[in-house]
């Protein structure tokens, strides 16, 4: 089946369609006999072959009956070009969120049939509607076809997993008469599904904070709500700052002091070197969905969030406290997927993307030496790290291998002494294992003062 | 809405398998119509036809053999062998018939749709019975003795085959791609002896 795009041609909109209905493109499609032409072909050829042979003029009986039903089907005109195409009702959605893909199809000449038949890729999955639809000559305008002259189909999909990714195909197959058949093959748009962020809030503070207005309460004293001393009253104080008890206990006039309240900067950080688990759960899969928690949280708290994915190429993200910069972090973050030998060199990271004085969140299994290595760079660069251990999948314990048991133990004890000693350098890590959410995890941190000088 | 769905899918599914089911069963009886006046050896070649029947009824084996056009193929050579008699040839062509228009029925259709499909195999189901008409008709003629007669049948027969089996029309010879010498921003290599060239700008021009 051979199938030619056509371009440069009008692009009408199918009939009854709305505004947000496809457009539609000429293919020309290449006409073949169809399984029907052949079985009844062969029958009638040997049925005459038969009654040649053997001479029995009773055999022709069998050949009579084929012939006249193709004799009956062979004059129906069949169109060289159709018009067809795929839309999707959004080509960005979430993970879960469900999309609505419209087939259309339309064709200058009346077919008989027509089958749409989807093809979908791995992680998206089928909501409503049958994979394979088939569509008669003679639907009537209430069954949502357009009659006679093509035919149309909605299906409701699920992405299932984040990323750029197409959802699938469609595979249409056209008759005439019966006994001709012709293919197509439509693709879709790319949809990219951004990852769905656990609930998270911006527990994790740098000790050095931006000059900028935020949420974070500072160790200056400032003009925020949240209370930090109590200091003799100077003029200039609110009278609503006044402490009246310590004022009368001391004799002199006191006045409350309240801290400053400034953003943050984040830079959220994807070990992309190694990826362990199944499809859907895989660490990488873990990560994203955890950075996108974390800087949502961020950013909805008006600090700056950047992204740095280790993995490939090295590939950052400015800081930015824009509502758009969550949708640029995760589209940032769609390509960390990379298998790569190269040792990332941060040194190329520019000042205005990883700044100083930033507190640096990177998700990663810790399974490769160029990610530890990436982690102690930072950290004697004088940044406030914090890692979250994000390997929920321990190597199996074949029990046919007498010493797969000790291997597996060493193999945690390793892990538990590079914990220890990243510790030691001032860089705290906190697995998150399937059973936590990602607040939960990192809230224990929140009274741990995060060192941002070298260690 | 999703158990809507579902009902309809359910729906849809046994419509489709009852299509195909009817085609099994047309196809069965078209083996059996020979089979009654085969040997008992025939049987074997019976018992083919049949795992052929049911297996043009699984789509993935019927993508990888042409089951169906086989099972037809052994009914034709049995009655061939051991012919079942005027009205028995005249019932198997019909079955012969039945079984391939229905063997093409959609999977994936509701009772509504296959109510409309099977009305569309009307025409070709009435083109049979017509044909099968005229040919019983035929047959119930004196046979004649002369050989030109015979001659002229079977050059009937050759004739109703090669008008009823339609055929793809020639397609019309597509351009040839432009060659590599001829590509836009190429000069294309001078040709032997002299060149005429036209236009103002050319040397010859004046």
């Given at each position: 089946m051979r199938v030619q795009a056509v371009t440069g041609r009008a692009a009408p909109r199918l009939p009854g369609a709305g505004s947000a209905?496809?457009?539609?493109?000429?293919?020309?499609?290449?006409?073949?006999?169809?399984?029907?032409?052949?079985?009844?072909?062969?029958?009638?050829?040997?049925?005459?072959?038969?009654?040649?042979?053997?001479?029995?003029?009773?055999?022709?009986?069998?050949?009579?009956?084929?012939?006249?039903?193709?004799?009956?089907?062979?004059?129906?005109?069949?169109?060289?070009?159709?018009q067809a195409e795929t839309a999707l009702s959004a080509t960005r959605c979430f993970e879960g969120e469900e999309i609505e893909l419209t087939v259309a199809l339309v064709s200058p000449q009346i077919l008989d049939e027509v089958t749409l038949d989807l093809e979908l890729a791995g992680s998206i999955t089928l909501v409503a509607g049958p994979a394979a639809q088939t569509v008669l000559r003679g639907a009537r305008p209430g069954d949502g076809q357009p009659a006679g002259r093509g035919a149309q189909a909605v299906w409701l999909l699920r992405p299932g997993t984040w990323g750029r990714r197409t959802p699938g195909l469609v595979r249409i197959g056209c008759r005439s008469g019966g006994i001709w058949q012709a293919g197509l093959e439509l693709g879709m748009p790319a949809v990219e599904v951004f990852p769905h962020p656990p609930p998270a809030r911006p527990w994790l503070v740098p000790a050095d904070l931006?000059?900028?207005?935020?949420?974070?309460?500072?160790?200056?004293?400032?003009?925020?709500?949240?209370?930090?001393?109590?200091?003799?009253?100077?003029?200039?104080?609110?009278?609503?700052?006044?402490?009246?008890?310590?004022?009368?206990?001391?004799?002199r006039l006191h006045a409350n002091q309240r801290a400053a309240e400034y953003a943050a900067d984040l830079i959220v950080m994807i070990d992309g070197f190694s990826e362990v688990g199944p499809a859907g759960d895989s660490s990488i899969d873990v990560s994203v969905r955890g950075a996108a928690a974390v800087a949502s949280a961020y950013l909805k708290?008006?600090?700056?969030?950047?992204?740095?994915?280790?993995?490939?190429?090295?590939?950052?993200?400015?800081?930015?406290?824009?509502?758009?910069?969550?949708?640029?972090?995760?589209?940032?973050?769609?390509?960390?997927?990379?298998?790569?030998?190269?040792?990332?060199?941060?040194?190329?990271?520019?000042?205005?993307?990883?700044?100083?004085?930033?507190?640096?969140?990177?998700?990663?299994?810790?399974?490769?030496?160029?990610?530890?290595?990436?982690?102690?760079?930072?950290?004697?660069?004088?940044?406030?790290?914090?890692?979250?251990?994000?390997?929920?999948?321990?190597?199996?314990?074949?029990?046919?291998?007498?010493?797969?048991?000790?291997t597996v133990r060493l193999w945690r004890l390793d892990r538990a002494a590079l914990r220890t000693s990243l510790a030691g350098l001032g860089v705290p890590v906190v697995p998150w294992s399937a059973d936590d959410a990602l607040d939960a995890v990192i809230a224990p941190l929140r009274r741990v003062a995060v060192p941002a000088r070298r260690p | 809405?999703?158990?809507?769905?579902?009902?309809?899918?359910?729906?849809?599914?046994?419509?489709?398998?009852?299509?195909?089911?009817?085609?099994?069963?047309?196809?069965?009886?078209?083996?059996?119509?020979?089979?009654?006046?085969?040997?008992?050896?025939?049987?074997?070649?019976?018992?083919?036809?049949?795992?052929l029947v049911i297996g043009s009824l699984v789509t993935w084996v019927s993508r990888q053999v042409p089951a169906g056009t086989l099972a037809t193929g052994i009914a034709v050579i049995q009655c061939a062998a051991w012919p079942p008699g005027t009205l028995g040839l005249a019932a198997e062509g019909l079955l012969m018939l039945g079984y391939v228009l229905l063997l093409d029925g959609p999977v994936p259709i509701g009772s509504a749709t296959a109510g409309r499909w099977l009305r569309g195999q009307v025409p070709a189901g009435a083109a049979g019975l017509v044909g099968t008409g005229a040919v019983l008709a035929a047959l119930a003629a004196p046979p004649a003795a002369s050989p030109w007669l015979v001659l002229a049948g079977l050059a009937a027969a050759v004739a109703a085959y090669l008008i009823a089996v339609?055929?793809?029309?020639?397609?019309?010879?597509?351009?040839?791609?432009?060659?590599?010498?001829?590509?836009?921003?190429?000069?294309?290599?001078?040709?032997?002896?002299p060149v005429r060239r036209a236009g103002p700008s050319g040397d010859d021009a004046s």
């Open positions: 209905g496809p457009r539609l493109t000429a293919h020309a499609v290449t006409w073949r006999a169809a399984p029907r032409l052949r079985r009844l072909a062969t029958v009638s050829l040997l049925a005459l072959l038969a009654a040649a042979v053997t001479g029995r003029a009773g055999l022709l009986l069998l050949a009579a009956p084929a012939l006249a039903a193709l004799a009956v089907r062979r004059g129906r005109p069949r169109p060289a070009t159709v931006r000059r900028r207005i935020g949420e974070h309460a500072a160790r200056t004293a400032g003009g925020g709500v949240e209370f930090s001393g109590i200091r003799e009253h100077v003029p200039g104080d609110r009278l609503r700052d006044v402490n009246w008890a310590v004022s009368r206990r001391r004799g708290a008006g600090d700056q969030v950047g992204a740095v994915a280790l993995g490939g190429m090295l590939r950052w993200l400015s800081p930015g406290a824009s509502s758009r910069q969550f949708y640029r972090i995760a589209e940032r973050l769609f390509d960390v997927r990379n298998d790569s030998v190269v040792t990332p060199d941060l040194d190329r990271i520019p000042r205005t993307a990883l700044p100083p004085g930033a507190l640096v969140i990177l998700f990663s299994p810790l399974l490769d030496q160029r990610a530890i290595g990436a982690v102690t760079d930072l950290r004697e660069r004088g940044f406030a790290l914090v890692v979250v251990d994000v390997l929920r999948h321990e190597p199996p314990a074949l029990s046919r291998y007498p010493v797969a048991a000790l | 809405m999703n158990e809507t769905a579902a009902g309809r899918r359910g729906l849809q599914a046994s419509a489709g398998r009852g299509l195909h089911a009817a085609a099994g069963l047309g196809g069965l009886l078209m083996l059996a119509v020979p089979a009654l006046a085969a040997p008992t050896a025939a049987l074997a070649l019976t018992g083919a036809g049949t795992l339609p055929r793809l029309p020639r397609l019309p010879r597509q351009p040839r791609p432009p060659s590599a010498h001829n590509t836009p921003g190429r000069r294309r290599p001078a040709a032997r002896g």
